[in-house]
């Protein structure tokens, strides 16, 4: 708890005559510390939350700088001003108190009666009592905080200590603002509910956040900080924010909502703690989860490889060979580039949410993909577990694309299901049909067989070789046949629909048929032909990815 103006001046006897003459609105300063002053000069001397104490000796030979010293003081956010009044300055001037008033500076004046060293000894008397209340529940909050930690807490538990010792909203975010861990108390405000429905904080904040520089100044100033109301943004309660920094690695962000009541002194202290509690937890969640995937690894690989010195001996190598053989199907994972963090955010997610499904899982790190193997063998249940699964990451701001093997019980076959998973991945992105998230590798159905061939085989055919004709035709003659063809098929032959994702008249689409059928012998009404065609564009897009 911190000492404000109005405070001292009601709980105080020692100033139990003093009066504010000027600047009420600002009595809600807090008073950091007192200085008494009587040198002419006095700004150079005086910081950030002192109560300026004064006889006016000096002033008082100064009437022309008095209101201006007021601003000077109010400009370094003093506490005030109290004078002693009734000797060399009988009155505070009327210039003084309206600059006091008009900055909202309280100024105080004092009878001469008063000892002004039993004002300051009484001033920090309290504030030193307070700090030492303060430092005493600090300490009683680092026990209980670091006792999560020895007990093999989670980031769960720490948000719920937090809330309880600081009945307020506690909020944990990785890096990219995702939440992590929270836990909730009333009253809430716009932003905080919208944060937990989403499961992140909602982009308009994350771009005002970005705006008002707060990502940049917790990188500079690695400290909590103070983010006031905003109800334009949805901010109707003030924050405080904290980065979790492991060394010099961001590992995400703590939170903490304000309630009714404004955010004390103890609250810095606290999220300061909570957030070294946080960068333990996660750093040991982060050698738990890097040992599982070496673990994992070396399991997978052995299977794709049975001569690999990656396989082991043991429990654990028994235990996955025999899930195997109860049946499965893998899941190629593809998120786009994600950090590092993310990566074992998402695998977590994955694993989570594939078990409550009900699902034995195993997620490995592929590079920037992820393998998933399912204890499965139901085909159109796996399907309906991976569309919610994408459904489920996209809500935590995760845009994931899944291919989706044939089931399978032999442990030998892993390695081509494997394949059969990354390949309909990669045969997903050239296709790139809308908004679909997941493909199984049945969905590609001969397309499916062609990329079990060389590439170079596959290309050893007169369709592809003719789309690179028309290709470079275009390229000489500033045509657009190719994109015109493929887009005509891809609507099935409708011409009114290719002319409109064309951006094109009717017409104008007709004769550019007649061209290509003139130039390169093209029957549109030849099933065979339209079949290869499209399976070639098809091909010709998962070997030259965009």
């Not at 008397?125 to 999560?148: S, V």
């Not at 701001?397 to 081509?416: D, H, K, M, N």
């Amino acid at each position: 708890m911190t000492l404000t103006v109005a405070q001292a001046l009601r709980e105080l006897p020692v100033l139990s005559k003093a009066r504010v003459v000027a600047g009420s609105t600002g009595l809600d300063r807090t008073i950091r510390w007192t200085h008494i002053i009587d040198h002419p000069d006095v700004v150079p001397w005086v910081q950030d939350g002192h109560l300026l104490l004064t006889t006016a000796f000096a002033l008082m030979l100064h009437p022309e700088e008095q209101a201006g010293l007021v601003r000077s003081l109010n400009e370094k956010r003093l506490a005030g001003m109290m004078v002693n009044v009734g000797r060399y300055m009988l009155e505070i001037p009327p210039e003084m108190t309206a600059a006091a008033d008009a900055a909202g500076f309280p100024l105080i004046a004092l009878p001469w009666e008063v000892d002004f060293a039993e004002v300051t000894h009484a001033i920090h008397e309290y504030i030193l009592r307070e700090q030492y209340a303060l430092a005493e529940q600090a300490d009683h909050i680092h026990q209980t905080l670091t006792r999560i930690v020895l007990e093999g807490g989670d980031l769960a538990e720490l948000t719920r200590q937090l809330a309880e010792i600081l009945h307020c909203s506690v909020t944990i975010e990785d890096e990219s603002l995702r939440l992590m861990a929270h836990t909730t108390l009333e009253p809430t405000d716009e932003v905080r509910a919208r944060s937990i429905q989403l499961g992140r904080t909602p982009d308009e904040v994350v771009e005002y956040l970005r705006t008002q520089g707060v990502f940049e100044h917790l990188r500079r100033y690695p400290r909590p900080y103070h983010l006031p109301p905003n109800p334009g943004i949805g901010f109707t309660l003030e924050r405080i924010v904290s980065p979790i920094l492991v060394g010099s690695q961001l590992f995400g962000y703590i939170w903490i909502i304000a309630s009714n009541q404004p955010l004390t002194g103890l609250e810095y202290l606290v999220i300061e703690r909570g957030a070294v509690v946080a960068a333990l937890i996660l750093s040991r969640q982060e050698a738990i989860y890097e040992t599982e995937q070496r673990l994992k690894t070396q399991l997978f690989e052995g299977s794709l490889n049975p001569d690999s010195s990656f396989l082991g001996e043991g429990l654990p190598e028994a235990a996955w060979q025999a899930g195997l053989r109860n049946g499965y199907a893998i899941l190629a994972l593809d998120a786009g580039n994600l950090d590092r963090q993310s990566r074992r955010r998402l695998t977590a997610l994955v694993e989570e949410h594939m078990r409550q499904e009900g699902l034995w899982t195993t997620a490995i790190e592929r590079g920037q993909r992820l393998a998933v193997v399912l204890g499965i063998t139901d085909m159109e249940k796996l399907r309906a577990a991976a569309e919610r699964l994408a459904a489920f990451a996209e809500d935590r701001g995760f845009q994931i694309t899944v291919g989706i093997s044939a089931a399978a019980r032999e442990v030998e076959a892993l390695r081509r299901h494997y394949q059969q998973a990354e390949d309909t991945l990669t045969a997903a992105a050239a296709l790139e049909q809308g908004t679909r998230r997941v493909w199984a590798h049945d969905d590609l159905g001969f397309l499916g067989d062609l990329l079990i061939r060389s590439q170079k085989t596959r290309n050893h055919n007169r369709y592809t070789a003719l789309l690179d004709t028309i290709e470079q035709y275009d390229r000489e003659k500033n045509t657009q046949y190719l994109p015109t063809l493929e887009t005509y098929l891809d609507h099935l032959s409708s011409a009114n629909q290719a002319a409109q994702a064309l951006f094109i008249h009717r017409n104008t689409l007709y004769q550019r048929l007649s061209k290509i059928t003139d130039l390169w012998g093209i029957d549109f009404q030849d099933p065979l032909a339209v079949l290869n065609l499209n399976l070639a564009f098809k091909v010709r897009h998962i070997d030259q990815p965009q």
